[in-house]
């Protein structure tokens, strides 16, 4: 897996001579650091590459100088940057080796993350599926819930009554031009604009309800969807197991017959055939494990609603800042320095007693929500291996899943 448990970050101004004339160019390069040693390592590695991105600065290559941790790893080269909580080993079977090793993270949002590295988990969104099903009647870039009939499409009494407004100001230029009495008109014009205006707001408003029952009748029709792909799966897969859990957007798969490992042509067969998440791919291809959030979404809890949390941890961009200077090193900094690191400290305190306030309220939700098993325990069981039980006991109890509680 790659998780680093060491960050740093480190920035440097730099001049230089052009190729061509005299004048001089400035950079500031900022680069990201991580290690699996330590803090000092993490430093040196972000140094490093801040020197080989100034050489290709002064080749004249074009770079980018303030690097940024993007979530789900868009193609930039740098790990998933979260905070390591605890890690462990799971056991193994007497007929497979191989050890199971199991890390949880605190993710860009605040939320535990499980990261298992050969436990197949797979990630489907309702959106995802809602497309799948209903190609015709959702953009894969619209917002979930969001009905093409009812985006970009003006309601057809709109535009009557801006046909009725173009039709009113033609009669009034008759009627002025005649010296005839038109300020009638102009009342019954902006009478009947007002009228057919409120009939076309009620039919939009109750077509907007229409679109909401048909996305909660399709939002229905998802779990027997998982369902039958998954029995389809099991039928002509007679070994697989699966477990399935309903998430508060989608669904969630363990397969619990075997080890596997993201790189598996079966695990890319898995993602494909249950339509997968297409960052939680990516993000597994990546870090090379399979990932489940354990603790609810922030802006899902009723405390962030009643404002006894805020929405964003946070210290997000710098969690990984030593705190703990003495004094040599803070009478070193310069003024600017220090006001950077004053800043920083006051976040990171401020970050830590948001976390704690918040494992405090997550304890009130449950991430997902057992449904059903899928497959013959008799034939896949007796030969999985223990760590995959351990792990669906241990990730039940993380995500709080027979607890009557709601989901976020």
Not at 15 to 26: G, S, V
Not at 199 to 218: F, G, P, R, T, V
């Amino acid at each position: 897996m790659l998780i680093p448990k060491y960050w740093a970050h480190y920035k440097q101004r730099f001049d230089a001579k052009t190729e061509f004339d005299n004048t001089r160019k400035q950079a500031t390069i900022k680069r990201y650091g991580w290690s699996e040693v330590s803090q000092v390592d993490a430093v040196n590695h972000a140094k490093a590459r801040v020197i080989e991105a100034h050489k290709q600065w002064l080749a004249g290559e074009d770079i980018l100088r303030r690097e940024r941790a993007e979530q789900y790893n868009q193609g930039n080269g740098i790990p998933i940057r979260e905070q390591i909580i605890s890690e462990q080993s799971l056991s193994s079977s007497v007929r497979s080796k191989a050890t199971t090793h199991l890390i949880v993270t605190r993710n860009s949002y605040g939320a535990q993350v499980a990261n298992v590295d050969n436990i197949a988990i797979v990630d489907v969104d309702n959106d995802d599926l809602l497309q799948q099903i209903y190609p015709n009647d959702y953009h894969k870039q619209s917002l979930i819930g969001t009905l093409i009939t009812d985006k970009n499409k003006p309601s057809s009494m709109k535009l009557q009554v801006w046909g009725f407004v173009i039709l009113f100001i033609i009669m009034a230029s008759i009627i002025a031009w005649q010296s005839l009495s038109w300020l009638w008109l102009i009342g019954v014009m902006l009478l009947g604009t007002a009228f057919l205006w409120w009939q076309a707001d009620k039919n939009e408003q109750s077509q907007l309800q229409i679109n909401k029952q048909k996305y909660e009748a399709h939002l229905a029709e998802l779990k027997p969807f998982m369902t039958a792909l998954l029995q389809k799966r099991v039928a002509s897969h007679p070994n697989e197991q699966f477990r399935l859990y309903e998430t508060p957007a989608g669904f969630r798969l363990i397969a619990v017959h075997d080890l596997v490992l993201p790189s598996d042509d079966v695990v890319a067969e898995w993602l494909t055939y249950f339509h997968a998440d297409d960052n939680y791919v990516r993000l597994c291809q990546v870090q090379q494990c399979f990932r489940a959030r354990l603790t609810a979404k922030p802006w899902r809890m009723l405390e962030v609603t009643e404002s006894q949390l805020n929405k964003k941890i946070p210290a997000n961009d710098f969690w990984f800042i030593d705190i703990s200077l003495d004094d040599a090193s803070l009478d070193a900094m310069d003024e600017e320095q220090y006001e950077n690191f004053e800043q920083q400290h006051n976040e990171i305190k401020m970050r830590q007693q948001w976390i704690e306030s918040y494992d405090k309220f997550a304890k009130n939700y449950k991430a997902c929500r057992y449904v059903k098993s899928f497959g013959n325990p008799q034939m896949s069981n007796s030969l999985a291996p223990k760590a995959i039980d351990e792990f669906v006991h241990w990730h039940d109890k993380a995500c709080q899943v027979d607890k009557d509680l709601l989901m976020a």
